[in-house]
């Protein structure tokens, strides 16, 4: 794709001025997917949306990078009891910052996306779980729902349909863990967010005891294009195994940080050297997180040519995650910073099962330990072997995201955490 | 039938379940602190810990997938899967630590990490020795521990209600106990605080914990986070001895653990039984334990003057209560039963009574309308209403009973232990024209009034049968001595290491815990008619007496009640006593 | 004090209003909570009361709930709660720094309230706003990005002379370079 970034015009969040109002939304095709599909429901019936959503391979774009159609298909048939659709706007995880891009400057392109997922699985009510401290934003999602309900895109008979929603803004109140879609769910019925046991599964048993799918903000603002243009013209964009647009939040020690628009699949070199104009004070880079702290933080010597989809991010071991990039300069002290992303995650841990519950503690004092220069080389082994007991072993995967980056900094990085341990080992003169 | 294998063992079972139920039920086993069969399934704790596959069918060939060697292809999950929570399928494939080292190194390492946050003070905690987290720490727990910095603080030793006390160190956040308020006492009064490892259960601010079911939660409580107000630091479990015994203090018959040291009941708890109490126990049956040691009639008491009762010979008191008898006529004696006495009590003194050509019983219910609730409270104060009113004995009340004495101008009333003064609002004076004997266990208003008291055996004491509010007939087995009856020469009483190895030189033991007390049915079997009385040896020859008389307790047998777990008995339906 | 809060006809009407969104009333505690945090500045015990005898639900739920949000303030606050990041991005871009120059300035620690009760600082997790660090958020609400030493002198002059921050939208630098239609 080498310079092909440079043409590219953004989809999801498009150049457009007051595009989050539903005139100029509408003015510029909003709506249309939606107003297409109810105009003609032999074509667009549920299971055939599902099946271009499907074909279109949207990979979800809360980090598990699974297919959104296909988790659409899991829905059970619809029995007459009410269904739901949860949109995970709880984004916590650090480093990611491009869900509240979409509810600020295109709230009606996630809009549509869920009414016309709601209309697939024929749900009965949208709920839309965003993170407390996002309250700013909650507003603005909220007066576009209103347009949306003044309009008639939500509520009773959808521009004179027979297909009915509505559609409900949910906010968190500062708890990482209610990003994963089990403890989401305890917290929209208003509980303490402890994830759930799988089985059931959400499609199974969701919330209120009902099927219920839990999608990503960015996830559903690509179906309207999906259905507008095709699932094979959304394939175009991108790679064949991760197509679309993604937004790459892209932050730390960058001239430029922000968030951007592009194919998924963008050289990583390319986003830190010419998108967002290199690292700053011309400082040499020395890491990158690249989606989120959960995700492997990668050497600067890993990424030649390594490109931002699961399958490239997989090769070199690490992962898509959330496109939330942390650009990380050689000044940067690695130890520090795992020892700061091992304070978040036992902040955030909801201590309901053993592993994670003492397992993150046991992380942060140990790293805390080496960090203020008190550590010995066995800590190493112990925060690997810590690592060991703690991955697989929990109800959620908070305790995997826990555990990866302590795991792989270590492999990674493993002569600045010795340099930072005490000489145990006295060399022979 | 379907089929699982563990540890490469096959089994059969007929009903869907859990795998982690399916072991216990089979005597397997597996660690775990959070999953408790009533409640509901949080799979926390992370301890039962097993490897699971399935067998790999093939579709089109309509078989399984065989190997090289002949045995199935299993395909296994790729995690380490809770038993408490995985449903059994039919090929299933478990390996537990018997059969898989990483199963067993994952116990260990779990264990290591519960460990780390839990404060290392087993002697001084009163759940050592009955520690779940304490006995599996010993048989699957790490050699040691690689945690070397602070544990996190917590609050300790807080006052969380009336009975129970916590410590919130200990906790190992299994939420058993806020399962149990939410799910069977449904008080809602607790719940886990804050987050992470600074988890602990707690009441809202201010609020007590003051459940009439909260110490159902230190029994289920795997550590020794929750403990009992009342029981702590009185004993060490391993000092006691443990009888299973019936709930005395209402109606609904609990099945009970009654554990003693030295003579003393010291606490009661829960016995698990599914027909009757599951696995659970009102607060107040369990501090009712102090009227089995305290305020005792110990040796028969007579009155001389009006104000004061002395102690008397058993003799004495004996040839007082025959000479009593043989002043009045039949018709001027009236009797007493009482529902808070055993069906072998009842039995032996209406049939007493009877050969001295009495016709006619009495017993007065004792309920409380409104003090039960729909879980093991019930309005009937009294253990055994069923059983006195089966044995033919005529519901009366207090206008009835007034009635009673007028009428009939009585003059013995024979009392079955049961506080009729203090319950009613009869007293001392209508009593007084009459020569008034009571068989009791403890002083209480009715005993002071008495001319004469023959100290019988408890509950606790004797074995005897009680039929509780459902019409289930359950029996007590001994668990004091007193000072006629030697847990060395009783095979039915249960001994601790104490009881075995202590003299009556140890400076534990002490001979001022015995009662001077027989059973009431030995009493009557002593001032019997040898003639026409045959003597009774136990209690278990009056039950076996009494199934073969009275229909409805056709076929009971002690035997029967030991393997049964109680038995169910045919009642009339318009026994107004069956009031829950 | 304590037992002086409580909710009058209009927030009972909202509330109810609240629970209407929900197909089980216990659904809207976490709303509730906020709109009860709006009202009374902080959900202490007592104000979880309140709310657990409004909704007519368990208080241990309630204090439980609120005791697993970080967001719902246990106790009484500053006027101005001072969230400042220090997790990743923030870390790195010296998040650190601005917390510690703001402790010196107000002279507290982090968690600690102003003796006159006007500001609270609070070091906190990644408040999604990593390509804007350093940052804070004021109260619950509007985010300061971008922070520096004259920055945060700037902010907390303002919150004094009782001006809040207004909402900055934080442009797409493709926007920016791009062409604005």
Redesign the interface.
Known sequence: MSNDWKSYQ?LL?????DLHEISVYEKNDGYQALKSILSDRKKWSPENVIEEVKDANIRGRGGAGFNAGLKWSFMPEPDGK?RYLACNGD???????KD??IF??NPHLFIEGAIIAAYAMQVDAIYVYI??????WVHKLQQAIDQAYEKNYLGKNIQGSDFSVEM?T???????ICGEESSLME????????PR?KPPFPAQRGL?GRPTTINNIETLANVPMVIKNGASWFKTIGPDTHPGPVLY?????VN??????YPAGMNIMTLINEV?GGIRNGKKLKAL?PGG?STPPLRADMLDGVTMDADSLREVGSMMGTA?M?V?DED?DMV??IW??S??Y??????????C??????LE??LH?INSGDGEIRDLD?LL?ICN?ME????CALADAAAWPVRYSIDRFRDEFEKKCKKTVYAVA | MPEIFIDNIRYEYETPGKVLQFMLDNGLDLPFFCYHPSLSIPANCRQCMVKAGMPIFNRDKGTYEIDEEGNRKIRYFPKLMTACSLDLADGMVIHTHHSDELVKQAQADNLEFILINHPLDCPICDQAGECPLQILTYKYGPEGSRFEHKKVHKPKAVQLGPRVILDAERCINCTRCVRFTDEISKTHQLTIVSRGDKNYPMTADGEEFDDPYSLNTVDICPVGALTSADFRFKARVWEMNQTPGIDMSNGKGCNTWLWTRDNLILRITPRFNESVNDHWMPDEARLSYSRFNENRISRPQIRLDRDEQVPTSWNNAELTFREELDKVSPSQILVLGSPHASVEDNYSFRKFFEEKGVNEFFYLPHIIPGSGDDLLLSDDQAPNTNGVNALGFRETDEAGLKKLIKSKKTSIIAILDDDILERTGLTAKEFSGSFTVVLGTNHNETSLSANLVIPITCAAEHAASYVNVDGRIQRTIPAKETLYTNRRLNLEMSMSRLDHYGTKFDNWVTDANRVDCIPAWEFFTRLGDEQTTPAYHSSREIMEEIAGRISRFKEVSYDRMDDENGIQLELKQNTEVNTV | MSDTYTFDTKDLKEIENIIAKYPEKQAAVLPVLWYAQDKFGHTDSSVQKLVAETMDIPEAHIHGVVTFYTQFYEKPMGKHVLDVCTCLSCQVCGGYDMLHYMEEKLGIKAGETTPDGQFSIQSVECLGACGYAPMLQVTNDKYVNHLTREKVDKLIEDLKAGKKPEFESMKMPQHVNGSDK
């Open positions: 953004p969040i498009p150049a457009i001025r009410p984004e916590s995880e650090p480093g990611t910052f509240r891009k600020e400057y993170r407390g401290e996002y309250r700013p409900y949910h906010m968190g109140a500062g708890a990482y917290s929209l019925e208003g509980k303490r967010g402890y046991v209120w939040g892209i932050s730390g020690h430029r940080p922000g968030v951007y628009e967002t997180i702290s939330g942390v990380l940067t520090d910073l700061r992303i304070v978040f036992h902040h955030e841990s909801c201590g309901q099962c053993t592993p519950r003492e397992g993150t503690g046991w004092k140990t330990k112990l072997a007991r697989g072993r929990t109800i």
